[in-house]
């Protein structure tokens, strides 16, 4: 009698079995999934603002030397001046800086110095450091003794702020412009040092009478379409990260058209640039930034505020649904609802609520049996909203749009039932339909 052979069960073999099969399902399913382009909901304006070199002309006067020699302040650079003060003088020979210890009140002169110097220091730009380096040498000479004589002395001739540094655009007119002068690249007013020597007619230093001051830059027929309604605009200045306020005006020279704008403080913050880089604030709405491909119009049912009614185990929103049975009898159930938004519809039906279509059908019969109030199910509206897809499928999300261009859009936050940031959204809506399971590729999300 032939026997046939038992086989032997491993266990061992049977999970792997099991998991071998899984394994290929998964592949299976993977690869026949719906793939969609995400994009991750970042913050932000609409689009970037202009930025652009600019020049600074102020209300300002060159003192000259009257003779030859080694120039001596007795101010510190940048600081106010009333008239009569003394600002200067000349020596026939360099005078050795006595030193001598420091009180409280100079030590504070310094700290402060150094830490005007520090707030906007930019390693990009090291060359700063020798300006705070001026800086402070101004200071210790102005509390330092000198000894020698000087042969000629400066007093300011009006209130104003001093400056020890000069170049030849301080009394340059606004028709003189050319393009070819805002193409000069890390131009700085150049500045003078104690004990450095000075010919006659040489600059000594500037003196600033008005905290009114302007910046100028060449602008395109497309930069002056965008700003021409802007009669008042913030610049910020990328030096230091500062805004300012001020009037816009355009003026051409020649084919060129140029921006003014006149400025009426923070002038002493950029005494010592001729030129500076800005950034012309002109995108001043800022929202959740999303493309407008992934925007999608949804309709809903809109039933009337007066319906709603508390139920359920949890006492959540909802409304009664009149129900007949077979056999005739009629009977109200709950239907818990999410209220997207809400509306006033008509002085007739009055304020409405936006709910889901899936909730009801056309034709079915609200009741508030408190207040014996009927309404049948009939009137709809739309709300644009997104696919939100955090739980992997496809999830409407409302949105109020507040600003769009032919590629994004400004979305208002907070919004209830609505998205938030860094939340991943269909790139493209017409790609998915509402509660497809969906795989995305997390590409392009920030830009």
């Known amino acids: 009698m032939n026997r046939r052979p038992r086989i032997h069960m491993n266990i061992g073999t049977v999970i792997f079995g099991a998991l071998f099969i899984y394994l290929v399902v998964t592949f299976v399913m993977f690869i026949t999934r719906s793939h969609v382009d995400s994009y991750q909901v970042v913050y932000g304006p609409l689009t970037g603002n202009d930025t652009c070199i600019a020049m600074v002309l102020r209300n300002e006067d060159v003192i000259c030397s009257s003779s030859s020699g080694y120039v001596n302040y007795f101010l510190p650079n940048n600081s106010k001046a009333v008239k009569g003060k003394l600002v200067?003088?000349?020596?026939?020979?360099?005078?050795?800086?006595?030193?001598?210890?420091?009180?409280?009140?100079?030590?504070?002169?310094?700290?402060?110095?150094?830490?005007?110097?520090?707030?906007?220091?930019?390693?990009?730009?090291?060359?700063?450091?020798?300006?705070?380096?001026?800086?402070?040498?101004?200071?210790?000479?102005?509390?330092?003794?000198i000894s020698g004589q000087s042969s000629s002395y400066y007093v300011s001739s009006r209130d104003g702020i001093i400056s020890f540094s000069a170049d030849n655009y301080s009394y340059m007119n606004e028709r003189e412009f050319n393009t070819s002068?805002?193409?000069?690249?890390?131009?700085?007013?150049?500045?003078?040092?104690?004990?450095?020597y000075v010919k006659t007619g040489d600059p000594l230093y500037r003196i600033i009478n008005s905290e009114e001051w302007a910046i100028y830059f060449p602008i395109t027929d497309k930069q002056t379409i965008r700003l021409a309604s802007e009669g008042r605009i913030r610049v910020k200045f990328l030096k230091d990260g500062n805004t300012e306020t001020g009037s816009l005006s355009f003026f051409y020279v020649g084919d060129q058209r140029y921006g003014k704008i006149t400025l009426y403080s923070g002038m002493i913050r950029y005494i010592d640039d001729r030129?500076?880089?800005?950034?012309?604030?002109?995108?001043?709405?800022?929202?959740?930034?999303?493309?407008?491909?992934?925007?999608?119009?949804k309709e809903f049912y809109l039933i009337p505020e007066s319906l709603l009614v508390e139920g359920g185990e949890d006492s959540n929103p909802g409304f009664y649904r009149q129900v007949t049975d077979r056999d005739g009898n009629t009977t109200l159930e709950f239907v818990e609802c999410t209220l997207y938004s809400s509306a006033h519809l008509s002085d007739e039906v009055g304020d409405v609520y936006y709910v889901d279509k899936s909730n009801f059908r056309e034709g079915d019969v609200l009741v508030n049996r408190f207040e014996r109030i009927r309404y049948t199910v009939k009137e709809t509206g739309t709300l644009n909203g997104v696919y939100s897809i955090n739980k992997g499928y496809a999830l409407f999300r409302k949105i109020n749009v507040l600003d769009q261009n032919d590629e994004y859009a400004i979305v208002e936050t907070n919004t209830r039932y609505g998205i938030t940031l860094y939340d991943y959204i269909v790139r493209d809506a017409s790609s998915v339909r509402e509660e497809s399971i969906l795989y995305s590729r997390h590409s392009n999300v920030n830009e």
Not at 133 to 144: A, E, F, I, T
Not at 280 to 292: A, Y
């Open 88 to 145: 200067c003088g000349i020596t026939d020979s360099a005078v050795p800086v006595q030193s001598k210890e420091l009180t409280q009140a100079e030590m504070k002169d310094l700290r402060k110095a150094a830490y005007e110097k520090s707030k906007g220091f930019d390693t990009n730009h090291f060359d700063e450091v020798y300006d705070m380096q001026y800086d402070l040498m101004g200071v210790l000479w102005n509390v330092s003794e």
């Open 181 to 196: 002068l805002f193409q000069t690249a890390n131009f700085s007013i150049p500045k003078l040092q104690n004990q450095d």
């Open 275 to 297: 030129f500076v880089d800005v950034e012309l604030v002109t995108n001043t709405e800022v929202g959740l930034k999303i493309p407008v491909s992934s925007i999608v119009s």
